[in-house]
């Protein structure tokens, strides 16, 4: 079981006063509660919908979301690093708050959340050969392409790699099955709100679920804006002090917050598994997971 630690910060005792931000209008973040279906995705047995990742990226949770994390407590979810979004994908009917400091993650977010099926279904395939700055569409949509031309990199790639030149696992790149499944799922994400910031100007105030899954400690160095430049004494500060249900993210080794052992998961390197681990304000057991919590 888990169980709420007294002084998560060990050595950390002072603490800043944090202003706390108004909460915007429309962010209500009550208990849980069905909301509108906009499709028909998927339909999972707890009565929540769940939408396929819009593009891979690296360390995303979307395949380890359901088995390995406990379920959001609360009506909002909030991603402070919002990334692809793997958590919120499997919630996707809740009210969702993405917040992404890398302008282009956020811009494809702010782009899914207003293009129409119609325009996904009509950006083209990309030749062997060829570029996504040859493609006569908005730089949003390129970005968007350039996700999908790689496995689960950290930004957009400008032409195909390898294994998508080859033709290997073809639904797993730029195609007719990608863009159908994303023109497919957008209607479904139009309640969502995306705001292009860093962590700690998240607009959100009052209790939440939130996931944190912040570039990490010691192997986040491959994003545009990585670990290198977190200031991870504040992180933990503000992470303890948020309402609500709080779960952050992280791999062993990182010593930020007293992180408990989850899981050993796949990653796309062939052979190469990650041991992840939690740090939770809430006393539970994360789903279909034996936790290490040292009692």
């Not at 849980?32 to 891979?56: I, V, Y």
């Not at 799922?185 to 939440?208: E, F, L, M, N």
């Not at 609500?244 to 052979?271: D, I, S, Y």
């Amino acid at each position: 079981m888990w169980r709420k630690a007294k002084d998560p910060l060990g050595a950390m005792t002072k603490r800043k006063k944090v202003e706390s931000t108004p909460l915007l209008p429309g962010l209500d973040a009550s208990p849980a509660r069905e909301a509108p279906t906009r499709l028909a995705p998927k339909r999972l047995t707890s009565g929540t919908h769940h939408l396929r990742p819009f593009f891979g990226y690296y360390g995303g949770k979307w395949r380890d979301a359901l088995k390995n994390y406990p379920p959001p407590h609360f009506g909002m979810i909030v991603e402070p690093f919002a990334g692809s979004a793997g958590y919120a994908l499997r919630y996707a009917d809740r009210k969702v708050v993405l917040c992404e400091i890398d302008p282009i993650l956020a811009g494809v977010w702010q782009y899914l959340i207003r293009v129409k099926p119609e325009e996904i279904l009509a950006i083209p395939d990309l030749a062997p050969d060829g570029s996504v700055e040859d493609l006569a569409v908005c730089q949003e949509a390129r970005w968007l392409v350039g996700f999908w031309l790689n496995r689960a990199t950290a930004s957009p790639r400008k032409r195909p790699s390898r294994w998508m030149r080859d033709g290997i696992r073809p639904g797993s790149f730029w195609g007719q099955r990608v863009r159908e499944t994303i023109a497919s799922q957008v209607g479904a994400i139009r309640h969502w709100k995306v705001y292009t910031c860093s962590y700690a100007d998240c607009p959100v105030a009052g209790p939440a679920t939130w996931f944190v899954d912040p570039p990490y400690q010691l192997a986040g160095k491959h994003y545009r804006f990585g670990s290198e430049g977190l200031d991870f004494a504040a992180l933990a500060e503000w992470c303890t002090l948020r309402a609500g249900q709080v779960l952050v993210c992280e791999n062993a080794g990182a010593t930020w917050l007293p992180f408990q052992h989850l899981a050993e998961v796949k990653t796309t390197r062939a052979g190469r598994r990650s041991l992840e681990v939690l740090w939770t304000n809430q006393a539970e057991t994360s789903p279909g997971t034996s936790l290490d919590t040292g009692t």
